[in-house]
């Protein structure tokens, strides 16, 4: 189930699905001539502000693994210990902040959970100060925060409060925080993007993989 209208706090049982301005988008890839479709009112969409924008980071090294045996173990950077980001990934984190700063998407927060390869996929973005946030920590570290069910509620309740008007939040965080509060599952480097719906309630309204940022710029080239 793809969560439409998620009520942090009171489970998804009583959900009510909303249809927003844009439907639930998945872009497809798209070759050097073609923007896909439903791009530009997304673009537009983001440009207005008021979304949480939350992103999975970036490509890992997957032959690296996690040694989390203590608290803030999360911290460290060093390959040997914690799961890393891969050199592709470093440069998708590049890319994807030069495609929101081309595109002139409002950003006036931007959290990170304090793992290192979550905070450094925020900080390459180069969209201003990080800030590190454990409201959307790695499940794997739920323990040291009040357990799962905890961690789960803090995201849900970030998702569903707004940003200052006309901006966006950009989080940074996992995909099992992704999909334990909110039931979808992004890939590495893949943004979803929810608007808050009022009453501790979010939607789903778009899905942006990282191959997608250059077909978005395409459009946006496409109206100059």
């Known amino acids: 189930m793809s969560c439409l209208d998620c009520r942090a706090g009171k489970g998804f049982?009583?959900?009510?699905?909303?249809?927003?301005?844009?439907?639930?988008?998945?872009?497809?890839?798209?070759?050097?001539?073609?923007?896909?479709?439903g791009a530009k009112a997304l673009v537009q969409t983001l440009r207005a502000g008021g979304l949480n924008i939350y992103f999975r980071?970036?490509?890992?090294?997957w032959s690296q693994s996690?040694?989390?045996?203590?608290?803030?173990?999360?911290?460290?950077?060093?390959?040997?210990?914690?799961?890393q980001l891969s050199d592709n990934g470093r440069a998708d984190a590049v890319a994807i902040g030069n495609?929101?700063?081309?595109?002139?998407?409002p950003i006036a927060?931007?959290?990170?959970?304090?793992?290192?390869?979550?905070?450094?996929?925020?900080?390459?973005?180069n969209l201003g100060p990080v800030k590190p946030s454990t409201d959307v920590m790695n499940l794997r570290a739920a323990r040291y925060f009040g357990g799962r069910d905890a961690i789960v509620a803090t995201a849900q309740r970030l998702l569903s409060s707004e940003p200052p008007a006309?901006?966006?939040?950009?989080?940074?965080?996992?995909?099992?925080?992704?999909?334990?509060?909110?039931?979808?599952?992004?890939?590495?480097?893949?943004?979803?993007?929810?608007?808050?719906a009022g009453a501790g309630?979010?939607?789903?309204?778009?899905?942006i993989e990282v191959q997608h940022w250059a077909g978005l710029l395409q459009t946006q080239a496409y109206d100059e």
């Open 66 to 83: 996690d040694k989390l045996r203590q608290r803030d173990d999360w911290l460290n950077c060093d390959a040997a210990r914690m799961r």
């Open 166 to 196: 006309g901006q966006n939040r950009i989080i940074v965080a996992h995909g099992n925080v992704a999909i334990a509060a909110t039931t979808t599952y992004p890939a590495e480097g893949e943004a979803l993007v929810f608007k808050p």
């Open 109 to 125: 927060l931007l959290l990170a959970s304090p793992y290192c390869r979550t905070m450094e996929t925020a900080r390459l973005m």
């Open 201 to 207: 309630g979010y939607s789903l309204i778009g899905r």
């Open 13 to 37: 049982g009583a959900v009510t699905v909303t249809l927003l301005v844009i439907l639930l988008l998945a872009l497809t890839p798209v070759g050097a001539d073609q923007a896909p479709a």
């Open 99 to 105: 495609a929101l700063r081309q595109l002139e998407i």
């Open 57 to 61: 980071h970036v490509a890992t090294n």
